[in-house]
């Protein structure tokens, strides 16, 4: 085989490729998530959707809404390095900010 694989050498060492995979690998993806908790004001928790997540108020409501009836909250779905930085910016400007309210990130 030649180095320049993009032509046939006729060595006859080289094999048909009969199946292509798709070459456009998806890179796995984040889920970014609110945590309740008793103390944070939901005001700040709607600030947070709209400043870092680019939520609308009624989308930032509803999102609020679900962490704090059920716990938890998707804020958004990212590329590993996209979440790792979002959680870190709303951790910090929690604590900041005083506030308990916690962000993390789960594999899809
Ligand atoms: N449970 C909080 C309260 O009653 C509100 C809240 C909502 C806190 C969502 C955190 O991620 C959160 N003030």
Same mark, same amino acid.
């Given at each position: 085989?030649? *180095? $320049?694989?993009? =032509? &046939?050498?006729?060595?006859? $060492? *080289? %094999?048909?490729? +009969?199946?292509?995979?798709? !070459? +456009?690998?998806? &890179? &796995?993806? =984040?889920?970014?998530?609110?945590?309740? *908790? $008793?103390? !944070?004001?939901?005001?700040?928790?709607?600030?947070?959707?709209?400043?870092?997540?680019?939520?609308? $108020?009624?989308?930032?409501? /509803?999102?609020?809404?679900?962490?704090?009836?059920?716990?938890?909250?998707?804020?958004?779905? =990212? +590329?590993?390095?996209?979440?790792? +930085?979002?959680? =870190?910016?709303?951790?910090?400007?929690?604590?900041? %900010?005083?506030?308990?309210? /916690?962000?993390?990130?789960?594999?899809?």
């Amino acid at each position: 085989m030649n *180095d $320049d694989n993009r =032509y &046939p050498d006729n060595e006859g $060492d *080289d %094999q048909v490729i +009969t199946k292509y995979r798709p !070459t +456009t690998a998806k &890179p &796995p993806l =984040y889920k970014v998530i609110l945590l309740n *908790d $008793d103390f !944070t004001p939901m005001e700040f928790v709607i600030l947070v959707l709209k400043k870092f997540f680019m939520k609308s $108020d009624s989308e930032a409501n /509803k999102v609020m809404l679900q962490v704090h009836n059920e716990g938890a909250g998707l804020a958004g779905i =990212y +590329t590993f390095e996209v979440a790792e +930085t979002k959680v =870190y910016a709303v951790n910090e400007f929690s604590r900041r %900010q005083k506030h308990p309210l /916690k962000c993390s990130m789960e594999k899809e």
